[in-house]
């Protein structure tokens, strides 16, 4: 059976290796989030593209979150073992507990608590980014006022166009003989009587 003293160092050194992964993935979730939005270089441009902006700057906004958090635990950690050393030089035995009632103390594993879901919430916004930088970005439509391409064009069939009415042909006429030679056919209304010339 492990003693208070030995589940007390066992405690702190679990806790202390879990806050320096949280540490480190806080800063990778930073420096990720940091390069899509400064990408300027295909292929991570058009990744970055089609996750937009909103999702790394909340993702950055986490991490920084998380490190804060990390950094006011530590303080607030500092502040509860130095009030115990205070009790602790003033006892017969050198020896006191942590008041667990005490705000520094209360505030010590609340934002250790709190750093560890900000790092869950962290979590599924990179599982999120992952989806779009890996989806196939729709095709844009076409705007309103460009033309179909020809594979679409529709081709234009007249239902009733009328043809307009050629001219009459003009009159062919064989020319009479008159004393072995031949007259020319009248075309129109002679200058007597708009009669033809005979």
């Given at each position: 059976m492990a003693s208070l003293a030995d589940i007390l160092a066992r405690q702190k050194d679990v806790t202390g290796q879990l806050s320096t992964q949280t540490r480190t993935l806080a800063l990778g979730f930073l420096a990720f989030a940091w390069a899509l939005l400064t990408a300027n270089a295909d292929p991570l441009k058009t990744m970055a593209a089609n996750a937009g902006q909103m999702l790394p700057m909340v993702l950055a906004a986490v991490s920084v979150l998380v490190l804060v958090c990390d950094w006011f635990q530590y303080y607030f950690g500092a502040?509860?073992?130095?009030?115990?050393?205070?009790?602790?030089?003033?006892?017969?035995?050198?020896?006191?507990?942590?008041?667990?009632?005490s705000l520094n103390y209360r505030l010590q594993w609340g934002l250790y608590y709190l750093?560890?879901?900000?790092?869950?919430?962290g979590f599924a916004l990179l599982l999120i980014i992952f989806v779009h930088l890996f989806r196939t970005p729709a095709k844009s439509?076409?705007?309103?006022?460009?033309?179909?391409?020809p594979s679409a064009a529709v081709a234009c069939v007249p239902v009733c166009c009328p043809q307009p009415i050629p001219p009459p042909p003009a009159p062919v006429c064989k020319p009479k003989k008159s004393g072995g030679k031949h007259r020319?056919?009248?075309?129109?209304?002679?200058?007597?009587?708009?009669?033809?010339?005979s």
């Open positions: 502040e509860v073992a130095k009030a115990t050393a205070a009790v602790a030089e003033n006892a017969v035995r050198h020896e006191a507990t942590f008041d667990q009632t750093k560890l879901a900000l790092l869950a919430v439509s076409a705007p309103s006022g460009a033309s179909p391409p020319p056919c009248a075309s129109g209304p002679s200058d007597k009587g708009g009669r033809p010339g």
